[in-house]
C-alpha cells in the first residue's frame, strides 16, 4: 500500500530551536495537508498545498510556522523558534484534488517542546 | 463556515452489542464530501469512508454501516457486534468543494472516543 511517510515521527528539543518536519506524499497525489492534534484543540489544518502551490496557510502562527513544498516528494514543516505551546503532534496527508477520495495521512511527528 | 459537531465525547460498550457514532455537519454549500476516519491508540488516522453529498445512499461494509440523511445535515456511523479492536477514537469530517470546486478544506469533528470492553 501506498503511503506517506512523515519524519522524524517523534522529536524533543528545547524552546528556541528550530524544528523541521518532513513529508513525503504519495506520489501522483497533487494535495498536502498540515494538520495539528492537540487534547484541547483536536485536529486543527495549518496549511494546505495543490500542486505544490499554497492555497491557505490561515491556520498557521505566521510569526514561527511556515511551510514550503521544494518538490512533489517533499513538503516541509518549520517552527522557529520553537515555543512549549507547540507540542502537539502534526500530520501530513496527501490526496487527489477533485476526486472526493479519502485523503491519506502519515503516522505523524510527535513533537515536544520543552 | 463548515463545521462538524460530534456531540459524543466517550463512549462504552461491552463487546458485540452494535455502537452507533453520531455526526452533524453545517454547510452552504450543495457539493460536499464527508468522511470517517479512525483513530487507533497508535495514532495514525485511518481512513473509513469518503461519501458525496449526491449520495445518500446508505453504505455497509463489513460490521460498519454508514446512514447519510440530508434532511439532518447527519452522517452517523454504526459498528455492529463491536469488538475489542474497535476501540480507537473516530473522526467525522467535512469537505466543501467550494465555488468551481476550487478549495477541498477539510474540516475535522471533534472526534468520539469509542472503548469497546471484553
Known amino acids: 500500500d501506498a503511503r506517506v511517510t512523515q519524519t522524524p515521527r517523534h522529536k524533543v528539543t528545547e524552546m528556541g530551536q528550530e524544528v523541521t518536519m518532513r513529508c513525503q506524499p504519495i506520489l501522483g497525489h497533487n494535495t498536502v495537508f498540515w494538520y495539528r492534534q492537540t487534547m484541547m484543540q483536536g485536529l486543527e489544518l495549518l496549511a494546505y498545498?495543490?500542486?505544490?502551490?499554497?492555497?491557505?496557510d490561515s491556520g498557521m502562527p505566521k510569526d514561527r510556522f511556515s511551510a514550503e513544498m521544494p518538490d512533489a516528494t517533499l513538503a516541509t514543516l518549520k517552527i522557529q523558534p520553537s515555543e512549549p505551546r507547540d507540542s502537539a503532534v502534526y500530520f501530513c496527508?496527501?490526496?487527489?484534488f477533485g476526486t472526493g477520495f479519502g485523503y491519506t495521512f502519515g503516522s505523524g511527528t510527535r513533537l515536544t517542546v520543552v | 463556515a463548515q463545521k462538524v459537531t460530534q456531540a459524543q465525547t466517550e463512549i462504552s460498550v461491552v463487546e458485540k452489542e452494535d455502537v452507533t457514532l453520531d455526526c452533524v455537519y453545517e454547510t452552504r454549500d450543495t457539493t460536499y464530501y464527508l468522511f470517517w476516519y479512525k483513530q487507533p491508540p497508535s495514532g495514525e488516522l485511518v481512513f473509513l469512508i469518503r461519501?458525496?453529498?449526491?449520495?445518500?445512499q446508505n453504505e455497509i461494509s463489513g460490521r460498519y454501516s454508514w446512514n447519510f440523511q440530508k434532511s439532518t445535515s447527519s452522517f452517523n456511523f454504526t459498528i455492529t457486534a463491536s469488538q475489542v479492536v474497535d476501540s480507537a477514537v473516530y473522526f467525522c469530517?467535512?469537505?466543501?468543494?467550494?465555488?468551481?470546486?476550487?478549495?477541498?478544506?477539510?474540516?475535522f469533528g471533534t472526534g468520539t472516543k469509542l472503548q469497546v470492553i471484553p
Open positions: 498545498f495543490r500542486n505544490r502551490a499554497p492555497l491557505d
Open positions: 469530517a467535512l469537505s466543501e468543494a467550494g465555488i468551481s470546486g476550487g478549495y477541498q478544506k477539510v474540516t
Open positions: 496527508a496527501s490526496g487527489t
Open positions: 461519501r458525496n453529498s449526491f449520495d445518500e
